[in-house]
């Protein structure tokens, strides 16, 4: 097995619980700020998870509620603009915490000289003032929706890590929490460990060469240890 030299994160449900308090809330807040009836209640909110980029999430309901494509294209564009600065507020106002475990993980494997970036669907707007707030200056290669012209499951934001480090896929590793991302993630030839949480506990996850519930599960923990030592 190749040396361990980089760990890839994902972002939304793997380094921080930011789906249901946070994305969420700021989707419903731009609806209601625009006038419109819609809301995603947690459960909607699972099942519209489905679909990744939150600009192709709105288009996809406005499109299911029965308006014409261009109408839900030019809708979603503008909502998803107003919702990113709410997701801002809501990171500066600390509404956005770190999943239990990630600081430790991160810390354990800095200490260790492997490579941290992360490789996220979400738009840098967020994305950026976020990182910096939950982990300071911990990530090498930073690449988001923003970048990339596929959101995941296609593994153009793996790719373009992978590119802008010079680092073979084989020398990685992805940590995900969703069918979407493991996928993205394997398709970028690269292995996979895997946490889910409460919205991707039914996702098919046997693609990872690791599944697990939490980030402090001490098997994650002993897996990542072990190629470590190995690449030393
Ligand atoms: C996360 C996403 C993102 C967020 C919302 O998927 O799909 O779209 O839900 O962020 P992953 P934006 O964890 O697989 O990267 O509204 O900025 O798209
Ligand atoms: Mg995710």
Excluded at 20 to 32: I, K, L, Y
Excluded at 85 to 98: H, K, N, P, S
Excluded at 180 to 208: E, F, I, M, P, Q
Excluded at 215 to 226: C, K, M, Q, S, Y
Aim: charged letters at 25%; one cysteine or more.
């Amino acid at each position: 097995m190749s040396p361990l030299v980089a760990v890839i994160f994902d972002v939304d449900g793997t380094l921080v619980d930011s789906e249901r308090d946070g994305h969420r809330v700021a989707f419903n807040a731009a609806f209601a700020e625009a006038g419109l009836p819609d809301r995603w209640d947690v459960a909607t909110y699972g099942q519209l998870l489905k679909i990744t980029g939150g600009a192709r999430r709105l288009a996809f309901w406005f499109k299911n509620a029965g308006r014409g494509p261009v109408e839900a294209d030019e809708l979603a564009q503008r909502l998803h603009k107003r919702k990113t600065e709410i997701m801002r507020q809501l990171v500066r106002d600390g509404r956005v915490q770190a999943r239990p475990g990630a600081h430790q993980l991160i810390d354990e494997l800095a200490a260790s000289g492997v490579q941290i970036h992360v490789a996220t669907t979400g738009t840098r707007a967020w994305v950026e003032p976020l990182l910096d707030r939950i982990f300071g200056d911990r990530f090498h290669t930073v690449i988001t929706g923003t970048e990339v012209s596929d959101l995941k499951p296609s593994p153009a934001v793996y790719l373009e890590v992978l590119a802008r480090t010079s680092c073979p896929p084989e020398s990685a590793v992805a940590v995900e929490d969703s069918a979407n991302g493991v996928a993205a993630a394997l398709a970028a030839g690269l292995r996979c460990v895997a946490a889910h949480n409460t919205y991707t506990r039914d996702d098919d996850l046997s693609g990872a060469a690791l599944v697990t519930d939490r980030l402090t599960d001490p098997a994650l923990v002993e897996w990542f240890r072990n190629r470590v030592r190995r690449a030393r």
